[in-house]
């Protein structure tokens, strides 16, 4: 889904699974709330990335695509 609507950095994608286990896509957040506290960093903790790490993650990002 991320490449197919052409995102770049990083980004939220909203997923929701039925109990019959059809998967729809609600909805693209290409400027999620970074707080520690909020639904991105949650998912990412989930993940197994840690809040100083997935901020750490996105600087780079951003780092790498400003010399690009």
Known sequence: M????TIDGYARI???L???N???FIEANPNPILADDE????AAAKAGL???DLIERIV????RTIRD
Not at 2 to 5: D, P
Not at 39 to 42: I, K, N, R, S
Not at 60 to 63: H, N
Request: no cysteine; charged share 30%; aromatic share 16%.
């Open 2 to 5: 991320y490449r197919l609507l």
């Open 14 to 16: 909203d997923l929701r």
């Open 18 to 20: 039925t109990p019959e």
């Open 22 to 24: 059809k998967l729809y």
């Open 39 to 42: 639904d991105f960093a949650l």
């Open 50 to 52: 840690p809040y100083p």
């Open 60 to 63: 780079r990002l951003g780092i």
